[in-house]
């Protein structure tokens, strides 16, 4: 698709992106549960960049950080690209505006919705529930009791203070 073209018309897409077409996404969680919605905006911006807003939701399946089990996870996600052909012009881009490069004379839509998704999806996903015992956590090594004194490590540094104090 042409970018400037979906501009120019101020295009409104509606649709379902099919899951198995979104092999980086597969490879990323657990499952996809289902198609990803998505609705874009293509129009002209205040500033007259050409841009593209827009929203997605999907359901997936990640790997619980606790258990290592699947939890599920819905995602909603808004955006707004502003459509460049060159670095130089992302740069110049105002802040509210992610870039997206269109090589070309096209856009290659599925791949930039799915780098959305991707930066979309948590980062670290847990089971809202205790999905582990609090007592099944452990950190560091075993202790051999808390009344056991340790050895300062100091102790050494004391002890030659102490001896150039003599001399």
């Known amino acids: 698709m042409d970018a400037r073209k979906l501009v120019l018309r101020e295009q409104r ?15 990323a969680v ?8 998505a609705e874009l905006e293509f129009a002209r911006d205040l500033g007259g ?8 939701g999907f359901s997936v399946h990640l790997e619980c950080q606790r258990c290592l089990q699947p939890v599920p996870k819905d995602v ?11 670095e130089e012009q992302g740069k110049a ?3 509210d505006l992610d870039p997206v490069m ?6 290659d839509l599925y791949q930039v919705l799915e780098d959305e998704i991707l930066l979309n999806l948590p980062m670290v996903a847990y089971h809202d ?5 609090r007592d099944r956590f452990h950190f560091g090594g075993e202790s051999g009791g808390e009344d056991e004194q340790r050895e300062n490590p100091f102790k050494v540094l ?7 104090d003599k001399s």
């Open 158 to 164: 004391e002890q030659l203070k102490g001896s150039s």
């Open 129 to 133: 529930e205790e999905c582990v015992p």
């Open 93 to 95: 881009l105002p802040r």
């Open 49 to 56: 960049y050409l841009a593209a807003s827009g929203k997605l």
């Open 102 to 107: 269109q090589n070309g004379d096209e856009l």
């Open 13 to 27: 897409l509606v649709g379902m992106l099919p899951a198995a077409e979104l092999e980086r996404l597969s490879a």
């Open 76 to 86: 909603e996600a808004e955006f707004r690209w502003g459509i460049v052909w060159s």
């Open 30 to 37: 657990e499952s996809v549960d289902g198609d990803i919605r």
